[in-house]
Structure formats: structure tokens, C-alpha cells
């Protein structure tokens, strides 16, 4: 069930849906907070259960089937809406994945479940905050699988998307991008690994020709984001989860947002999970990151529409 905030209407506003995400975590309280610092940026649309308060029915904290069924058939609906035209964008508060595999559904994340219900085929996982820009080439697999699942097209593709929506929902007209290494030191020229020299260098001279463009890397980690944090570059290209997640948490803790890019519409989401073991305690539910999640939806939507 959907319910509508602040209904003004006005061609050039932005329709923003946001999910509530899983009943029983923080994100009904957030996007209440949100909304009441936010109402005057865009029309918004509510998406949940209008007793998304009962706490008889979605106690405090708890991973529950009834949760979990519940956030997916909120983001059921919020695809039902993309696809109708009655919403711009979307925001994704937190689920369990616990709660929605519990409940039956095999769910890995949301940028997987709407790559599958819009049927994208290549999609990136952007992560970012004020200061930087990460796109992941893997994204949630065990870090002994990553150096496996690596391979050329894969990289390719993710560039590709990466550089499409840094153009399209960032106005940026030639991005600058670097890649980090695998391993540390970028491997030492083989000394420590030789996946840089074998797979990820040869992939980026097959993108330069290919695109007609410049790659940096691959670099050290530390170097790439130090580079990118003293903005030489836009974007930087993460070979796994944590090499993004550490360095976005420690320069900007309150400001992360996780982008989608690759879907015909922009989703974000706060970079911070259902917060269970504070979600019986409102007055301790920070609504900062969703406020930024908010934000950059409404700016990729009105970049995407002036493309």
C-alpha cells in the first residue's frame, strides 16, 4: 500500500518513491525523518503498510518471515509503480536478507532483485559519499571467490556502465577514472600475485582502445583513493566490497549512499543495514544517510531527464 506526502503538483518536482524497507528495523523512523527535513524538495510516495508502526505485528528488532515478507512485497509494489510512470526514482530503505530468505524468497540483495525485474543485464553497484566514488566489479561474494570471478568482459561491462552513468546522472562529460589492484602494492610488478599483469592490465589497454579513453591503474589501493580523494579523479574502480565500504566509511560516515547503475530509472539506498539492536530506540535512528540517498535521487533523476 502506497500513501502520498506533501501532494503538490508541479510538472518540473521530482515523484520520489521510498520503501520502508523491513518493518521491524529502523527504516520506517528514518524515512519519517527524513520526509519532515525534505518535504519541500520533491513530491514523495510512501511505500509500505500503513501499520507499519504496530509492533505487535513487526516487533522491534526482530527478524521475522511476517518482516521479511512484508519489505518485498513493499518493493513489489515500488517496481509496479516504476513501470506505470508514477514515480521518477526510488529509494530502498534497508532489508533483512535474513527475514526475506526466511519467508521463502531467494534474495540477494535489491540491486540483483531489480536488475532481474527490469531485466538489466549489466549493472553496477555504485558506492559514495561527498568525497568519493567507488564502482564495484565484484560485489557481495566471499573475498576467496573474488580473484575467480574476475575476468575481462566482466570489467568491460562495468566500465562501460560506469562511465554511462557518471555522464548521464552526474553530468560529468569525461570522467576520470582508476583502478585499485587485488593485491597489495598492486602486486609489486608480480612479486604479490600476478592477477594486476595478467587479467586487470591487459583488461583496462582492451577499454582504452575499445572506448578511445584513458584509464589510470591499477594502483595500489591507498594510492587510488588518495588520488581520488584529492579529486584527480571521478571515479574509482574497486576490485571488491570492503575496498570501497573502509574508505567511504572513514571520510564520510553520515553521507554514504548506494547507487544502481545499468536499471531505466535511478534507485538509491542509506549505505547502512536495518540497524535491529537500535530499532526499538527511535530517538537513536540517524536519518542522515537516507537523507543523502534522497538527495542524489533527486539530482540523477533531473540529470536523467535533461539527457
Not at 518535504?39 to 511476517?66: E, H, N, Q, Y
Not at 518482516?67 to 526514482?89: H, T, W
Not at 553496477?124 to 557481495?140: A, C, D, G, W
Not at 534507485?267 to 526499538?280: C, E, K, N, V, Y
Amino acid at each position: 500500500m502506497t500513501s502520498k506526502i506533501n501532494p503538490t503538483s508541479r510538472s518540473s518536482r521530482i515523484r520520489v518513491g521510498i520503501t520502508i524497507g523491513d518493518p521491524a528495523g529502523i527504516g520506517p523512523v528514518i524515512t519519517e525523518k527524513a520526509i519532515n527535513r525534505l518535504k519541500d524538495l520533491a513530491d514523495f510516495v510512501i511505500i509500505g503498510s500503513l501499520d507499519k508502526t504496530d509492533r505487535r505485528k513487526f516487533p522491534a528488532g526482530i527478524v521475522s518471515c511476517a518482516a521479511g515478507r512484508a519489505s518485498l512485497q513493499y518493493l513489489d509494489n515500488a517496481i509496479d509503480l516504476i513501470k506505470n510512470k508514477k514515480i521518477d526514482c526510488l529509494v530502498t530503505c534497508p532489508v533483512s536478507k535474513e527475514a526475506i530468505n526466511l519467508a521463502g524468497f531467494r534474495f540477494q540483495g535489491h540491486t540483483e532483485y531489480l536488475a532481474r525485474a527490469f531485466g538489466a543485464k549489466n549493472y553496477v553497484m555504485m558506492l559514495l559519499n561527498q568525497e568519493l566514488k567507488f564502482s564495484l566489479i565484484t560485489r557481495h561474494i566471499p573475498l576467496n571467490k573474488v580473484s575467480g570471478a574476475l575476468n575481462s568482459k566482466m570489467i568491460l561491462d562495468n566500465v562501460r556502465v560506469t562511465l554511462s552513468g557518471l555522464r548521464r546522472l552526474f553530468a560529468i562529460k569525461k570522467p576520470r577514472l582508476v583502478f585499485c589492484g587485488l593485491n597489495p602494492h598492486a602486486s609489486d610488478n608480480g612479486v604479490i600475485g600476478r592477477e594486476e599483469s595478467v587479467l586487470i592490465r591487459p583488461a583496462i589497454k582492451k577499454i582504452e582502445r575499445e572506448l578511445r579513453i584513458s584509464i589510470d591503474g591499477p594502483l595500489s589501493a591507498d594510492v587510488a583513493v588518495s588520488k581520488a580523494y584529492a579529486k584527480e579523479y571521478d571515479c574509482v574502480m574497486a576490485m571488491y566490497h570492503d575496498q570501497a565500504l573502509i574508505p567511504l566509511k572513514l571520510t564520510g560516515k553520515y553521507s554514504g549512499v548506494n547507487l544502481t547503475l545499468g536499471l531505466p530509472f535511478v534507485r538509491t539506498s542509506p549505505l547502512h543495514g536495518t540497524a535491529f539492536d537500535i530499532a526499538s530506540r527511535p530517538e537513536r535512528a540517524s536519518p542522515d544517510s537516507l537523507i543523502e540517498a534522497i538527495k542524489l535521487a533527486i539530482k540523477c533523476a533531473s540529470n536523467l531527464k535533461k539527457d
